[in-house]
């Protein structure tokens, strides 16, 4: 069943960061971190079905949706807060993969980016 836990990976993965809980305050950790694990686990299929174009894809997409999350002043500051915690995750998967494509200078451009934006967005 390799096809199967792929599938099942697909399966969890949301596009977007999506929080319809009564108490965003409250389960913003869980969602941020559940959000960040399924589409790390996306990833990470892709990468053992040796396919780094889409397993970048989706490094890259997660990396993004928690940045404009992080910068958005209608996401729940609960969430914001989250997502500036937790942004070292996709980060840090980026990094694993463009050092081993021997790609640091992508990889610099983004955490250069994330910084700035980290500091120019961060409402706490």
């Given at each position: 069943?390799?096809?199967?836990?792929?599938?099942?990976?697909?399966?969890?993965?949301?596009?977007?960061?999506?929080?319809?809980?009564?108490?965003?305050?409250?389960?913003?950790?869980?969602?941020?971190?559940?959000?960040i694990d399924a589409a790390l686990n996306?990833?990470?299929?892709?990468?053992?079905?040796?396919?780094?174009?889409?397993?970048?894809?989706?490094?890259?997409?997660?990396?993004?949706?928690?940045?404009?999350?992080?910068?958005?002043?209608?996401?729940?500051?609960?969430?914001?807060?989250?997502?500036?915690?937790?942004?070292?995750?996709?980060?840090?998967?980026?990094?694993?993969?463009?050092?081993?494509?021997?790609?640091?200078?992508?990889?610099?451009?983004?955490?250069?980016?994330?910084?700035?934006?980290?500091?120019?967005?961060?409402?706490?």
């Amino acid at each position: 069943g390799f096809f199967m836990s792929s599938n099942h990976a697909l399966h969890n993965y949301q596009h977007t960061l999506a929080f319809n809980c009564q108490r965003p305050g409250l389960h913003a950790p869980m969602l941020v971190a559940h959000y960040i694990d399924a589409a790390l686990n996306v990833a990470k299929n892709f990468e053992q079905l040796d396919n780094p174009l889409l397993q970048e894809y989706y490094l890259r997409r997660t990396h993004h949706e928690i940045i404009n999350k992080m910068c958005d002043p209608l996401t729940h500051n609960a969430i914001r807060k989250q997502c500036l915690h937790q942004l070292h995750k996709p980060l840090l998967a980026l990094k694993r993969f463009y050092i081993s494509h021997n790609s640091r200078a992508k990889f610099l451009l983004l955490e250069r980016e994330a910084r700035i934006l980290s500091h120019e967005f961060n409402p706490f």
